[in-house]
Every structure is written in C-alpha cells, then in structure tokens.
C-alpha cells in the first residue's frame, strides 16, 4: 500500500513551524549534519535512483556528484518556475509544504557543500514567495537554516528570487541569466553549471519536487525510496492532472502509476457522454498518446518508449470534445510567444507553425498545410539551441499523425467543433 510522502500531513497546515515539526519534520536534516558526512549524503540520492522530477529525468545524485572539488564557492539553485503549461505540481508543494522543500534545500546544500540557495520562483507566484519568506525566517528562528545550522558547522543562507513569468526562465541556464539579472536567454553549454553556474560558480539545478523527495531519502534509505514502483525511476510522484476529467488535481502515486488508472480511477475518469481522445502525458511539451497507449506506466523510460515524454508528469486529457487542430494552433501560440528569440529557427518556426496552424484552423487552408507544417516542425526539431524548439513542435507532430482526418476536414472547411473546445 503506497503511502503519501510529498504530500503527508498536507491538510495540516504544514506552513506552520510547529506542525511540520510535530510530524518528523526536519528529522531528516537533523540526521543528515550530525550523522553523515555529505559524500555519504551523495551517495544515498544516487543509490536512491531518484531522477530529476522537472523534466529532464537526470538523476540527482550524480548531478550532484559532478562538481568540482576546487575550493571554490558553490551554489544550489532550485528551479519553481513552472511554467510548463499543465504543471502545477510545484506550486501545491511550495504552499502547502514549504518546509519539506527547505529541508530538501539544506540537505542538498550540506551534500554539496553550497553555503548560499536560491529559490527561483516564477513571478506569478506572489502567495508561494511569501509562504517561502515567511518560511525561512521561521526555519531560521529554530536553527534549522542560518549560522552553525542545529549547533554544528554547516551554515546556509536562502534567497527567494522571483522571475517575471518567463517560461524560458524555467530552463536552467536561463534561469542562471535571470538570476544573474540578465535577459533570460539559455547559455551555451559547456561549460555546463556544474562547473560555471551562478556567477560562474559550481551550481546544481534542481525542480522543487526532486528537493522535496530528499528528505525521506535520507530518513529511510535509499534501499525504500528504489523499491517504490520501476527500478529504473522509482520514488513517489506528484502527478498534476488537468484537461476534460472529472477530478483535476494534484495526485501523489508511485511511479509507473498507469495513464488508464491515473485518469479513470484517481481523476475521476471523464466527463458524462464524453470519450477519450488523447492524452499529453508530460505537459504542453510531450506528444499526445491515445488510446492504445492508455496501459503505458507513467515513468522515464515506459513513456519515451510508447513515443512520447515524461516530462514534470502533468498529464493533460482531451476527449472527444477536443478539436486537434485548435489545439495544435493554441499550444503553438503559446511557444511563439515564449520563444526567446535567441535562435532562428525557434524565433522563426514558432511564428510561421502558428500562421499555418491559425488559416487551417480559421478555414483559409491551403492543401499542402499538413505537408508544410511537418517540413516546419522538421526545420526546428534537434535544430535549435535550446529545447524549447523540440518542446514547440511535440504535440503538433503527434497530431498530424494520429488526427491526420481533422486536418483533412479543416481543408474541406469544416472547423470542428470549435464552440465545445474553446
Ligand atoms: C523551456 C524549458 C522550461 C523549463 N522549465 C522548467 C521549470 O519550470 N521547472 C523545472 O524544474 N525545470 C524546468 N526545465 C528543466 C530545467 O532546464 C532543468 O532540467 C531542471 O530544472 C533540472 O532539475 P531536476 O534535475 O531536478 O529535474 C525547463 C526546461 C526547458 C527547456
Ligand atoms: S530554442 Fe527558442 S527558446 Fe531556446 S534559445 Fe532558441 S529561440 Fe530561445
């Protein structure tokens, strides 16, 4: 029976010290500055297996493992951007749980041996920026963040900085610029920030929900946090679930969790006299599944393997209510918008995707538009510098080939059931 580890005790009002504490809070901390030495922190993540939960799925432990002994100063910058549309994982833990974060923080920071955090939040997360403030200070009153951390020699400052609502801003490089208080433009890498990171220090990068798994990583062992769903990326997992279910929400399972059981048992399946459609497993970034991949287990590998990403787990459900094109044009308006504008054929692609995608959709459609939408998509994909180039063109090339009669109706002018779906 899997028991909730990121969200236990959440309706508990967790933002107070003394809750948090009432339930084991900072035990794990506590364990880890007078008990283990940081190598041996390192090495419980990385036999833990716990892999990145913003996306890219790399595992924490050996990012971890990859600075540089130099004696320079290092940093630990955790990424609460979110701003994947889909994902609202983060956000629910750094409201409601914002102590498990800061302990996750400081773990890592002892592990890496970092004296300084930054908690890059999107700008849009006024009310989490506040708890986080409030948050540290609170940690801090109780000798959990601050000088000589629970009496020993580990010292950790946190700085909550916050964006202004820039998606790219979520990519770690760029979040790095930002911070830096530059324009958010991704970096060329190498040098990769395990070696030039803030301030052209040694910095790791971590999502808000890999930090929040630490904890009870070190608490109870790597050997339990491994053993929870598949070997390859186990651990619990915060999975957001929006679209046309009957339950949207926040749903903490195990990994490798089905899409089926996911969106028909826990999200309350879909709406009365509606059909499945399709789903984007891993946020606005990941290509549709549909039916046939409804068996698929939601982890790393098994969703790479049936075609499409696991991304930060936000699975997006469309039913047949949804117009596929539609869809197409207004996830492409979204990465348009977003694109930096560092590297042509991003800049470029995105606008003139959503330009043949807005005269399919309007009714203006040419015959080759299916065609020269593929040809668009294939000027981007693995060409660009950073990948939200890749992220823009997923959905639309899942589209194309699993809905390839709705563009066809669009052609004939048949704008279907564009009321429903707006
Ligand atoms: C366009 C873009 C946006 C991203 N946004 C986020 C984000 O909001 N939060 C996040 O944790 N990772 C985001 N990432 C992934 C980060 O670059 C990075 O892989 C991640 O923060 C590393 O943390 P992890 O190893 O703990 O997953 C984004 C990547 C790209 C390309
Ligand atoms: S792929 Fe897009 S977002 Fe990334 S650097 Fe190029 S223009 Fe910027």
Redesign the pocket.
Known sequence: MFEPVLTRGIDRDLTRIENYVAQGGFTALTKAVRELTPQQVVEEVTRSNLR?????G?P?GR?WGFLPQDGRPRYLAC?A????PGTFKDHLLIDRNPFLLLEGIAIACYAIGAHHAFIYIRGEFLTGARILEASIAAARSRGYLGERILGGDFSLEVTVHRGAGS??C???TALLESLEGKRGNPRLKPPFPAVAGAYGMPTV???VE?LCCVPSIVERGAAWFAGIGPAGSPGPKLFAVSGLVRRPGNYELPMGTTLRELIFQHAGGLREGRRFKAVLPGGSSSPALVEEHLDTPLDFDSVARAGSMFGSGAVMVLDDSVCMVRAAWRLAEFYRDESCGKCTPCREGTYWITAVLERLEAGGGREEDPALLEHLAGQIGTRTF???GD?AIGFLLSSLKYFPEEYAAHLRGETCRREVAS
């Open positions: 990145g939960r913003g996306g890219a790399f924490a990012k990424n951007d979110e701003g994947e998606y790219e979520g990519e770690e990068i971590n999502n890999t950073c990948p939200l992220a």
